[in-house]
């Protein structure tokens, strides 16, 4: 974010993700971190709406399978990729409107292996070459 960029929205999220992280298991810790992600996406006006196809703007298939890319949006996932179905990304989408962190991490569980790398993809390109840091930030915490 740049300096003195208020996001009140995107810090209350990060105040709501930090006790997740320190009580939750694994794969809780994992969709609380895909939930914030797509919160931090959407805040700084970054993440294309995830219920239609980008190119198209039809609605997404429930059995479809989709990627998010940088550069195109929301699109039919390459066979040789791990795709989100069109029914989760949907309800990502409907998390996100009604604005509740802990509906957006229980979604984020049913397709958590395909959003990290997708998400770790896109934030990836919008970061440039700087490289986050959550995964030390989770070895600290648990080290804690």
Same mark, same amino acid.
């Given at each position: 974010? %740049?300096?003195?960029? =208020?996001?009140?929205?995107?810090?209350? #999220?990060?105040?709501?993700?930090? =006790?997740?992280?320190?009580?939750?298991?694994?794969?809780?810790?994992?969709?609380?971190?895909? #939930?914030?992600?797509?919160?931090?996406?959407?805040?700084?006006?970054?993440?294309?709406?995830?219920?239609?196809?980008?190119?198209?703007?039809?609605?997404?298939?429930?059995?479809?399978?989709?990627?998010?890319?940088?550069?195109?949006?929301?699109?039919? %996932?390459?066979?040789?990729?791990?795709?989100?179905?069109?029914?989760?990304?949907? %309800?990502?989408? #409907?998390?996100?409107?009604?604005?509740?962190?802990?509906?957006?991490?229980?979604?984020?569980?049913?397709?958590? =292996?395909?959003?990290?790398?997708?998400?770790?993809?896109?934030?990836?390109?919008?970061?440039?070459?700087?490289?986050?840091?959550?995964?030390?930030?989770?070895?600290?915490?648990?080290?804690?």
């Amino acid at each position: 974010l %740049a300096r003195q960029d =208020p996001h009140a929205g995107l810090f209350d #999220a990060y105040a709501q993700v930090l =006790p997740m992280l320190a009580q939750a298991d694994d794969a809780q810790a994992q969709a609380a971190l895909r #939930a914030f992600e797509l919160t931090l996406l959407r805040e700084i006006g970054l993440l294309p709406d995830l219920s239609t196809a980008t190119l198209t703007q039809q609605p997404l298939r429930a059995e479809g399978h989709y990627a998010m890319r940088a550069d195109a949006g929301v699109i039919e %996932a390459l066979d040789d990729e791990a795709g989100v179905p069109g029914a989760v990304l949907a %309800a990502l989408q #409907a998390a996100l409107d009604r604005g509740g962190l802990e509906a957006l991490q229980h979604t984020c569980a049913l397709a958590l =292996p395909a959003l990290k790398s997708q998400l770790r993809a896109l934030l990836h390109y919008h970061l440039g070459s700087t490289p986050l840091r959550t995964r030390a930030v989770m070895h600290d915490l648990r080290t804690l």
